[in-house]
């Protein structure tokens, strides 16, 4: 049975290594101690989807003051989403975005921002899918000082 809710503490260990699998640059460690501290701030708020008792996919948003490509502020934003590829295209994604919205709106907030890396053309006809448009693109620069 597939179920999807509202992650909370008792999910850290699946929901950090699905994190991982999103984010790989930070150690499963490194995302548990982030859970850690953002589980109970009332601006961010995730969900797990869950095949009987094995998590396959998290979904995560916050409250942020703005967002690029955004008219109304503040704005939720879908801050990550990953679905195990098993169970891809079967709607889970879709409920995720729901859940999404619904918590914008319980908000009072009726915009919603999101991002997907430039080379992530999945990613990025996902978001077409579930209603994103695009708004911008962006190349980020740096200069170290020594």
């Not at 009332?42 to 008792?53: G, L, S």
């Not at 998290?58 to 879908?78: H, I, K, M, T, W």
């Amino acid at each position: 049975m597939m179920t999807l809710k509202e992650a909370t503490s008792e999910h850290f260990k699946d929901w950090s290594l699905m994190r991982h699998r999103l984010w790989p640059q930070s150690s499963i460690e490194e995302h548990r101690r982030e859970l850690e501290a953002e589980v109970e701030n009332p601006r961010f708020k995730a969900w797990i989807a869950q095949d009987w008792d094995k998590a396959i996919g998290f979904a995560e948003a916050s409250l942020r003051p703005y967002a690029n490509g955004c008219d109304s502020r503040p704005v939720v934003f879908l801050e990550g989403i990953w679905i195990d590829p098993d169970y891809r295209k079967q709607g889970f994604g879709r409920a995720f975005v729901d859940a999404v919205e619904s918590w914008a709106r319980s908000q009072e907030i009726f915009e919603i921002g999101s991002d997907a890396a430039l080379d992530n053309l999945d990613s990025q006809r996902t978001h077409g899918r579930w209603g994103f448009e695009e708004t911008e693109r962006v190349v980020y620069f740096r200069k170290k000082l020594t």
